[in-house]
């Protein structure tokens, strides 16, 4: 029923739907034809308008994986109109460096891209090292929390956030 390509939002939503046969089932024989049409009826308007929504928000989302050119490091941007996460920065096992190398060849061309977008930039650190390494190698770049399931949440703010932000207030005035 389901690939290793199967996504867990596709399981749940096939989970639910098998779910839903059976319940319509139940009603069927408990209240009759006329309550089952009522439901089916409800039910499918439902799934429609979350297959619809699903959609929509699918399409607000980029996606591009870098490669190294020997094919030893990747990293993945997932691009809205509001901020851009790295996610997916891999490197073979016995490729020492690689990942560093991608990163000291993307990471300057993504802030000045993201820049000129007006786009923050997030990303989690898989432990505090390498959120020092990230913050050092990619300039205003902020610790922001833990992250889950695990290491630290960073973000580095839009110019026109970094603006709000050193603003000064009325108050200090």
Excluded: C
Excluded at 113 to 119: E, I, K, Q, S, Y
Excluded at 131 to 141: I, K
Excluded at 159 to 168: A, E, F, N
């Amino acid at each position: 029923m389901f690939t290793t390509h199967t996504t867990a939002g596709q399981r749940a939503f096939s989970t639910l739907l098998l779910l839903l046969g059976v319940a319509f089932v139940a009603i069927g024989v408990k209240y009759g034809l006329t309550i089952l049409a009522a439901a089916a009826v409800s039910i499918a308007v439902l799934l429609l308008l979350v297959a619809l929504l699903m959609r929509s928000r699918s399409r607000q989302t980029q996606r591009v994986t870098y490669v190294l050119e020997d094919g030893t490091s990747t990293m993945t941007i997932h691009a809205t109109s509001e901020y851009w996460t790295i996610t997916d920065h891999n490197r073979a096992p016995r490729a020492k460096g690689a990942g560093e190398r991608l990163q000291k060849l993307l990471l300057a061309v993504v802030a000045t891209a993201a820049d000129a977008a007006d786009v923050g930039i997030k990303l989690t650190a898989s432990a505090p090292i390498l959120a020092a390494e990230y913050a050092e190698r990619l300039p205003g770049l902020i610790e922001v929390g833990p992250a889950f399931p695990y290491g630290v949440a960073m973000y580095r703010p839009s110019p026109s956030q970094r603006k709000k932000l050193t603003k000064p207030s009325r108050a200090e005035v």
